[in-house]
Structure formats: C-alpha cells, structure tokens
C-alpha cells in the first residue's frame, strides 16, 4: 500500500501561483510513477501532469502546459506540482496518483490516490 497526503492548495487570484506537494509512505516512493489529476464541480477528473520515477520524463496536459510544473524529490518521498499564472478555470480539486511502473497520463492506470487538495483561482 501507498499512502499519499496533498497539501498546499487554497484560495488566490488569477495570475497568481501554488505549490502543491503530495506526500507519500509506504512501500517504496521511487518505485512508482507519480501524477496529478484534478476535477472541477460538475466535470470529469482529467489529467495534470506526470511525472516517471526518476523525474527524467514529464508530461503534461496541453492546457497547463508552460504555466505547470512537476517534479519529485525521491529522498522525501514527496511530489511537487508548481503553478504559475493560473486561471480560473484551472478551479479545481487537486489529486495525486501513483503508479508502479512507467509514467502514464491515464487516470485508470493509476494503483493509489490521494483525497485531494482544492485549489480556486477567483477572477
């Protein structure tokens, strides 16, 4: 099993910038592949950013793409998600996921999640 725990989300305004960081205990962190998914009021959960065991490759939705940022600190078994200039629509409540095995970008790929942090970004 894979506890994980976010923190870091609250209320800012447009333009502003979070970090979020997910923790994680259990077996070993830098085994898994991490990711971030978010869902907002009355849509589907959709993917953020990933990120694969070693930190060396990253992906990320087209719509966070050069504002978000995910990175990973294997010693402190913790995953970050830097954002920067954010919008409104990027409203939502924040969860992180990991994966034993290869990064991947699809919720279902996912084997443990977090309970999330809500993020808003008021206009």
């Known amino acids: 099993q894979v506890q994980l725990v976010e923190s870091g989300g609250g209320l800012v305004q447009a333009g502003g910038s979070l970090r979020l960081s997910c923790a994680t205990s259990?077996?070993?962190?830098?085994?898994?592949?991490m990711g971030w998914f978010r869902q907002a009021p009355g849509k589907l959960r959709e993917f953020v950013a990933a990120i694969s065991w070693s930190g060396g490759d990253t992906r990320y939705a087209d719509s966070v793409k050069g504002r978000f940022t995910i990175s990973r600190d294997n010693a402190k078994n913790t995953v970050y998600l830097q954002m920067n200039s954010l919008k409104p629509e990027d409203t939502a409540l924040y969860s992180c996921?990991?994966?034993?095995?290869?990064?991947?970008?699809?919720?279902?790929?996912?084997?443990?999640w977090g309970k999330g942090t809500l993020v808003t970004v008021s206009s």
């Open positions: 259990g077996r070993t962190f830098s085994n898994y592949a």
């Open positions: 996921a990991a994966n034993y095995g290869g990064v991947t970008t699809h919720y279902y790929g996912m084997d443990y």
